[in-house]
């Protein structure tokens, strides 16, 4: 069972998906807009936030990036706009997935399902490895440079995770989406490239090891 957190200020919206939910064994609890969502983020721990974007007194993008000053919790986005700089808006502020409203409540448990597995997997103890001061924890989900951590948002890490698992591996763009984002993504290249662009800037000098393979994709190249 998740715990999981609609903010919407659509009671309908917030009605559809708390019934599928629910079905589905999920505890939900509902905020009407993204002050009470942060409020709530607060006091209580939830599995996944799911925030509208369009909601009074705090808008969703602005609740997610209050939320991701005290906690790493997964958020999906939910919107009427499907412009693509929303979405690359939102992933650039830590959102995990971005749905356009209208949208089929099956496929919003389906993502669900996938953030939450994700986030939730257990690695083996002590899973840690090093290139020079570059230094990546699996299992506490650190990462930090010359012994600094670094301020990855929760897709940077899913990112850079998968590149190091596969070392020396050329990995294209699609695959890239269907690994780490957990299905079929519905967008395109430039999701890639603006995490791959948003991760080296935070890797600093390790930036090198996370290499370009032009009208591909990229690998993460080390000894």
């Not at 369009?54 to 997610?64: I, K, V």
Request: some cysteine.
């Amino acid at each position: 069972m998740y715990k999981i957190l609609i903010a919407d200020d659509e009671q309908k919206i917030r009605e559809v998906l708390r019934e599928y939910a629910e079905y589905e064994g999920h505890q939900v609890t509902e905020a009407v807009d993204g002050m009470q969502a942060v409020e709530l983020a607060k006091q209580e721990d939830f599995d996944i936030i799911i925030l509208d974007i369009m909601m009074p007194r705090l808008d969703g993008f602005s609740a997610c990036k209050e939320i991701r000053k005290f906690k790493q919790t997964p958020v999906l986005m939910l919107s009427a706009r499907g412009e693509e700089y929303d979405k690359l808006f939102g992933f650039e502020i830590g959102a995990d997935d971005y749905v356009v409203k209208p949208f089929s409540p099956k496929e919003v448990l389906a993502r669900i399902n996938a953030i939450i597995k994700r986030n939730k997997q257990v690695d083996a103890p002590a899973d840690i490895v090093c290139f020079e001061g570059l230094e990546i924890n699996f299992t506490s989900r650190d990462v930090k440079i010359d012994g600094v951590k670094a301020n990855l948002t929760p897709k940077e890490y899913d990112l850079l995770f998968y590149l190091v698992r596969n070392k020396n591996i050329a990995l294209s763009r699609n695959k890239l989406l269907e690994e780490v984002w957990g299905y079929d993504f519905f967008g395109d290249d430039r999701t890639i490239d603006t995490h791959i662009k948003m991760l080296r800037n935070n890797l600093g000098p390790y930036r090198k090891y996370i290499v370009t393979l032009r009208g591909m994709g990229y690998k993460f190249e080390a000894d």
